[in-house]
């Protein structure tokens, strides 16, 4: 079964380290997404690329957050410097070019920055 | 204003009878697409159902279903005979029309805030 590969599935920082979570899309998916879901707000789009170019990041705070694509098989989602409102479930997903329909999401990476 | 509403924060269903999860959404967009989610409490999201704004039936999965009122905004999953595997949050999304850039593909889902559903034996 193809899967969306999200690493680490936990990870505990200490405020002002720097967070990076990676990403390995579905083989053959064209558009990563980029998800947060806390409490409080839910599930927010935080970025998604297409081919490896970000289409829309304005869900990001541009400040420390960042994310790239270095190449077609990995996404990355940086946090410089991490604070404890940082604190949630990153989800990525990835969507195939030919069926824009459904997102399939990784399991996520809890982060808990203390 | 929200995109997407869910007004059930909570459900409790005896096991085997049919449950229906209210959302409704907010778009002017013609084409537009609205999905549900289902998030067991081992956390991943799993894709349940489709509705692509120009269908004309109601989509169906199995034991789910949409019930699509277009003019109503609404978009309410149904799911028949109910199991105690069913206990999950479930998230309504929509994706709206936008403009496509060079390659085609998917565009980011808005979410709603979810119904947290228990089923009781």
């Known amino acids: 079964d193809a899967r969306v590969t999200q690493t680490p599935r936990h990870k505990v920082t200490e405020m002002g380290q720097e967070v990076t979570m990676r990403c390995q899309p579905i083989l053959g998916h064209n558009t990563v997404f980029w998800y947060r879901q806390t409490m409080m707000q839910g599930l927010e789009l935080l970025a998604y690329?297409?081919?490896?170019?970000?289409?829309?990041d304005s869900g990001m705070p541009k400040d420390r957050f960042s994310a790239e694509m270095p190449d077609a098989t990995l996404a990355t989602l940086k946090i410089q410097p991490s604070e404890p409102r940082d604190s949630a479930v990153y989800f990525c997903a990835s969507a195939p070019i030919n069926q824009g329909e459904k997102l399939f999401f990784g399991s996520g990476t809890q982060l808990s920055v203390l | 204003a929200q995109k997407i509403t869910q007004t059930q924060p909570g459900m409790f269903v005896q096991e085997k009878e049919a449950v229906t999860l209210d959302c409704t959404y907010d778009t002017s967009d013609q084409s537009y697409g609205l999905f549900w989610y289902k998030q067991p409490s081992s956390g991943e999201m799993i894709f349940l159902i489709y509705q692509g704004s120009y269908d004309e039936q109601n989509a169906t999965e199995g034991r789910y279903s949409l019930n699509f009122q277009k003019a109503r905004k609404s978009a309410n999953l149904v799911i028949s005979a109910s199991q105690l595997g069913d206990s999950a949050m479930y998230f309504c999304a929509m994706r709206e029309a936008r403009q496509f850039y060079s390659g085609g593909g998917a565009d980011g889902l808005t979410f709603g805030k979810g119904t947290h559903l228990i089923i009781q034996p």
């Open positions: 690329f297409r081919n490896r170019a970000p289409l829309d």
